[in-house]
């Protein structure tokens, strides 16, 4: 697996677009970029996924550069319920999920 | 929504005793994977199932801890004997492999061995 580098910790404050950068410049071509959070004391949860092209679903944007060295999750509406540890995973899609250290988001009112 | 159930929610035993966690997958899905989390080094993969089968179990100190699925409902993590640095949270996710979704994570296992 492609390894990953993710700030430590951001702060968002609440209601505005939550940004959060993931460098992946080892990505190989059937890799494919994908993102969980952690609130605290819960078990992970998937975000989104994509391969080359931008994807959206209900929860956030994902957004990868066009030579896809690099990613970026945007959270559009940032609540305090997205305060969470962010990781941002490449791998193939029948693989195995390692985590790293993540980003530690926290929501400002 | 389906979901990953895993039980006990929280488990505190001595130092010595066998400990069993249990974990149902989402029915359907054909993947599974036991992860352990501490403060220090973070969430740890300690083995995964494809179709029932082990896959990979580098992560687990083989000599205490095992791992099973003795059918697609059910997966087992045991620890014999336990020892105060297995102490951690334990989860289970499940998932489909191919299907380009993600794994869907249980709540955990708090484990504390005393």
């Known amino acids: 697996d492609a390894k990953t580098t993710q700030p430590t910790s951001m702060d968002c404050a609440e209601g505005r677009a939550a940004n959060l950068p993931c460098n992946h410049s080892?990505?190989?071509?059937?890799?494919?970029v994908y993102w969980y959070r952690q609130i605290h004391s819960q078990g992970p949860q998937y975000i989104i996924h994509?391969?080359?092209n931008n994807e959206t679903n209900e929860m956030a944007s994902l957004i990868i550069t066009e030579d896809r060295k690099s990613s970026t999750l945007i959270l559009p509406h940032a609540t305090l319920r997205d305060t969470a540890v962010y990781y941002c995973?490449?791998?193939?899609?029948?693989?195995?999920?390692?985590f790293g250290p993540g980003t530690s988001l926290s929501v400002i009112p | 929504d389906a979901r990953v159930t895993q039980t006990p929610r929280d488990k505190v035993t001595e130092m010595g005793q066998e400990v069993t966690m249990r974990c149902q997958p989402i029915?359907?899905?054909?993947?599974v994977f036991w992860y352990r989390q501490t403060m220090m080094q973070g969430l740890e993969l300690l083995a995964y199932?494809?179709?029932?089968?082990?896959?990979?179990d580098s992560g687990m100190p083989k000599d205490r801890f095992s791992a099973e699925m003795p059918d697609a409902t059910l997966a087992t993590l045991k620890i014999q004997p336990s020892e105060p640095r297995d102490s951690a949270v334990y989860f289970c996710?499940?998932?489909?492999?191919?299907?380009?979704?993600?794994?869907?994570f249980g709540s955990g296992t708090r484990l504390t061995v005393v």
């Open positions: 996710a499940s998932g489909l492999t191919g299907g380009g979704y993600g794994y869907t």
């Open positions: 080892t990505i190989s071509g059937n890799e494919y």
């Open positions: 994509g391969l080359k």
């Open positions: 995973i490449v791998r193939v899609t029948y693989d195995k999920v390692i």
């Open positions: 029915l359907g899905h054909n993947t």
């Open positions: 199932f494809r179709n029932r089968a082990p896959l990979d």
